[in-house]
């Protein structure tokens, strides 16, 4: 388990960075494709998010007057690599070998640098849209961020382990944390779209009103660098909620052979981000853009009371049922 | 946050037209705003003064690519005045045919572009969809989809076939379920009310003050309508009815749009069913005697005016075009004071506006050289 090989075989190939980013253009074409279905169109083709993303590679990079360049370049850079390292704590087949008491905490703050960087992007821009939308990027994360790590931390006091790998072997031996957490699975899809900066909650990028927010000033491979880390969010977002309140990519038994096991879970794992990307689109899909000011008020008076409701439901059901 | 100044446009994703905005806002408030038209002058007025009365209709449709039977009917029905034409009943038909088609497919464009403005995007891939039949039908009767060239002196240049009016009618119970199912939407669909009420309010008083129009002022509560209080074409004979609300914000207007839809699917129904039998046109005379006069319509966006002057000639002395955004204009900017910066496209987009018809001149100050 511990083999060096093995351990970079898993960073490098499957299902880390090689896997993931190919998963990862395949959410984007499904998001979009399923996004057209419903809004009677076509939709792109198969490999249109890769071909978007070679084109963008290959394109110009412009630096806007008097912008660090240095920054701008990394901004992107530290983006991706903060969501591609989160993956790595998320279980894909069964488990992940690098799991340890805290990677739950560990993958929520790898998972919120993306909007950190928006706003220094943004704020770096030089740019009146870009500012704009950069503090709206930090003003959104303040409201939906609490509720959002409410919602994914209540699982773990269920299951009394800050452990993701932990929180789904719970899950294997009682029930789907859902069964127990309606609330904050909602809760959760929630902040997980307000995270992803996706319809309603596309605030700070909202084309009509401010251009693309943060999002002005980017060209070429920063574009495209950037546009991959929001892709790559997603899955890494859809397998954290598929982990913590879907069971994770577990049978609830035990199977004979056990490379079975891993197949069974990489499965397991491909059907329940698909369900999660499913109900992700359908809100996309269904709504229109909110105010920041009506976001406010919403997140803090209704989600974040659900969010600690949960909670609360949570410690009773903890006290009156001791956990195996 | 200090103040800062937002420029929008004339480049701007939000509007699709030239025209710049100089907000002045306080962190998402506005606090005051300066407007800049006139990107786009295209001189048409005066290449209107160069070409016989023939062959100056196809260049009038062009003012606008989406209410160009407006701007050719509200032409030829001043001059049609000026000379003492009787239209006959059957080409009055169809020019009201072709003009309620017309608004229909600019309120589903409106319903699509306030739609995306706002970010729902979906109902604006489906109006979208939708208003394809409307266009359809538009093609079949006149050969195109955005200028319809329907209109002559004395007349329309095409006539309806049977098979026309037939296909017209099979198109429309689908488009009226439709538009049915975008009513129902407009009052209950909780994206679009949490971002339309109460955004860009108009008071009747306002309304008045400003001089707004169309469905912008009907969305405040004032009752006019120029196809009832002063009807042309076949108005008068139509069963209709004049769609006013009292919000007076943007789903007041959103709310009046839906329900010109709905009347005009109505009108166009009734006048499909009892198309008049008769000739298409009679000749008009090559001059036009010496006269004035202001012909006014109900163009989609609201009232238009073109201001026809006449000597005698074959030729126009003077025209001169209000269009209906002009003067809706200087209600966004009372409009849009106090309002937050995520709703100015929506804000702006209510008017429907259609800048580059405005476009039409410029004054200098010659004492400064100050354009305005």
Known sequence: MTDPVFILLYIFIFPGFFFLISYALFFAYLDRKIAARMQQRVGPPIYQPLADLIKMLGKEVIN?????????????LIALAAVMTAFLYVPVLGYSPLAFQGDLVVVLYLMALPTIALFVLGWLSRNIFSAIGGIRAVTQLFIYEVPFFLALLTPAIMAGS???????????????????????????????????ERTPFDIPEAETEIVAGPWTELTGRRLALMDLATDVSLVVGSALVAALFLGGPMLPW??????????AGFVLFLVKTLAVLLLLSSIKVATGRIRIDQLNDIGWKYIASAAVVQVGIVLVINYLWVVP | MPEVVVSIGPQHPALKEPVNFKIVADGEKIVRLELDLSYNHRGIEKAAEQRNFIRVLPLLERVCGICSHSHATVFSKGIEEIMGLEIPPRAQYIRTIIAELERMHSHLLWLGVAAHVIGFNT????????????????????????????????GVRRDLTPA??????????????RIKKYVEMVNSEETMLI?????????????LKYGAVGPTARASGVDYDVRRDDPYLAYAEVPWNVITDTHGDVYGRTRVRVGELWESTQIVRYCLENLPAGPIRVDAPKNAPKGEILSRYEAPRGELAHFIRTNGTDKVERVDIRTPTLANWTSVAVCLVNQNIADIPVIVAAIDPCLSCTSRMTVVNRVDKEGR
């Open chain 1, 64 to 76: 806007p007057n008097g912008v660090d360049w240095r920054v701008f370049d990394a901004i992107p």
């Open chain 1, 162 to 196: 800050w452990s993701i790998t932990e929180i789904v072997v719970w899950q294997q031996h009682n029930l789907w944390i859902i069964f127990f957490q309606p609330i904050g699975f909602i809760v959760a899809l929630i902040g997980l779209q307000a995270k992803l």
């Open chain 1, 254 to 263: 035990v199977l004979a052979p056990f490379w079975l096991n891993g197949i």
């Open chain 2, 123 to 154: 109902l604006f891939m489906w109006t979208w969809r939708d208003r394809e039949a409307v266009q359809d039908t538009l093609e079949e009767m006149s050969g195109n989809r955005v200028h319809y060239g329907m209109n002559e002196i004395g």
């Open chain 2, 164 to 177: 026309q009016v037939e296909a017209a009618l099979e198109r429309l119970p689908a488009l009226e379920e």
């Open chain 2, 195 to 207: 971002r339309f009420r109460d955004v860009g309010k108009m008071s009747r008083e306002e309304a």
